[in-house]
């Protein structure tokens, strides 16, 4: 009985080098791509942490700061309590997250008449960032002095917003500020800085 006999294919030394090259291209794309997951994972991490503990961005809902600030809009807060009036920052008010301007500091006097103009400590304020002033929903004894270690918020859409003027808001105490909004990024066409008028 004849033996059956098996052919072999011997691969040639240029597919051998090929095989090679394959092997090796296939080793270094896995390496790449593993290294390229573990940066976007590090990157990603860092962002939600300088996100969560530094530079907060939120979404602005209502029309309580319009013009300034509008419906939709997305912005960027940098974590800071000690603010300067003029500057707009976010404050908790139980379990929300309120962006108002601040008026008035410490111990400094406001004042608002019929028509709505604010005066603190006697000196009626520049607010070029309203549309028109208004005395709003006002409850609070005038004029008041802010407490210490609190600030004096308002809206700058003084018709509608509920703010400070009001007794169930009042002064906010440094423990509910949030942070200084600086920053809007979107709508892209009014990126920029969120305008402060510094007193």
């Not at 590090?42 to 309580?64: E, H, N």
């Not at 301007?101 to 709505?116: K, T």
């Not at 002033?133 to 004894?141: A, K, L, R």
């Amino acid at each position: 009985m004849k033996k059956k006999e098996h052919s072999v294919n011997i691969p040639t030394i240029e597919e051998v080098e090929n095989e090679q090259k394959r092997l090796r291209h296939r080793a270094v794309y896995q390496r790449t791509l593993r290294g390229t997951i573990a940066v976007l994972l590090v990157v990603a991490a860092i962002s939600v942490l300088v996100a969560t503990l530094w530079m907060p961005v939120l979404q602005i809902y209502g029309s309580s700061m319009s013009p300034t600030l509008e419906p939709g809009q997305i912005v960027v807060s940098v974590k800071n309590r000690q603010l300067k009036t003029g500057e707009v920052a976010a404050f908790w008010q139980g379990n929300k997250l309120l962006i108002k301007r601040v008026i008035a500091g410490p111990g400094q006097w406001v004042d608002i008449d019929a028509n709505g103009v604010v005066t603190v400590d006697g000196e009626t304020l520049d607010e070029p960032y309203l549309n028109e002033v208004s005395p709003g929903n006002c409850d609070i004894e005038l004029p008041h002095q802010v407490a210490e270690s609190h600030w004096f918020f308002m809206g700058d859409n003084r018709e509608t917003s509920v703010d400070s003027r009001t007794a169930s808001i009042g002064d906010i105490s440094e423990d509910q500020i949030e942070g200084q909004i600086v920053f809007r990024i979107w709508p892209l066409k009014e990126a920029g800085r969120i305008n402060a008028v510094n007193r």
